[in-house]
């Protein structure tokens, strides 16, 4: 079965680290991504149209019931958590997890809750924990866990966090990443063609 979702999580040096991934994504890149990266409640849209100008991607803030489609970049809006159901995003203002809303965790949790193994999750750079126990719940569902090299990180708190908390996480550079999402999606695509002929 193909992967149906790559989650994305970040906070401090986020858009550093985001630019530098999306970029090496190609505009056929056919698993929809939904990031959370942490900011504050009353920011604005900017984020979406800076990563927009890096990708061939469409990327978007993510609007309650948006579907995944193949193809876009959903950004996590500021002050909602993001709810991955079968097909589209929800948006909730329960209460703040870990401090953060939007929650990296609560994203994380809920596509693994609904995709299973066809869940990846990828943490980022970021100054707390969040995170971590959203990517071990995608890992115990069957899912795949990449974490951004701490080394390589402009704050290593986050990705050390996940690291520590899924051992068996791909560690890799930042400049690694896209080519791994872009293997792993392909693997997964031409297995699931072998596995229908």
Do not use: C
Not at 135 to 164: C, F, H, N, Y
């Amino acid at each position: 079965m193909a992967y149906s979702i790559v989650g994305i999580g970040t906070s401090w040096g986020g858009l550093a680290a985001l630019t530098k991934l999306l970029s090496g994504l190609p505009g056929d890149f056919s698993v929809p991504v939904v990031v959370v990266q942490h900011r504050s409640s009353d920011s604005d849209r900017l984020l979406a149209d800076l990563l927009q100008d890096t990708t061939d991607l469409t990327v978007s803030e993510v609007e309650d019931k948006d579907p995944l489609t193949p193809g876009t970049v959903l950004i996590a809006p500021a002050n909602y958590h993001v709810l991955v159901d079968d097909g589209f995003l929800s948006l909730t203002l329960e209460e703040p997890v870990r401090f953060s809303r939007p929650s990296i965790d609560v994203m994380f949790s809920s596509a693994a809750d609904m995709y299973g193994s066809a869940t990846i999750g990828v943490v980022l750079t970021g100054a707390n924990e969040d995170g971590a126990r959203g990517l071990s719940d995608i890992v115990k569902r069957g899912g795949r866990a990449l974490v951004q090299d701490p080394r390589t990180a402009e704050i290593a708190v986050m990705p050390s966090a996940a690291v520590k908390a899924v051992p068996s996480a791909e560690v890799l550079p930042l400049e690694a990443m896209a080519p791994r999402l872009v293997q792993l999606s392909r693997e997964r695509a031409k297995a699931g063609v072998r596995q229908t002929v």
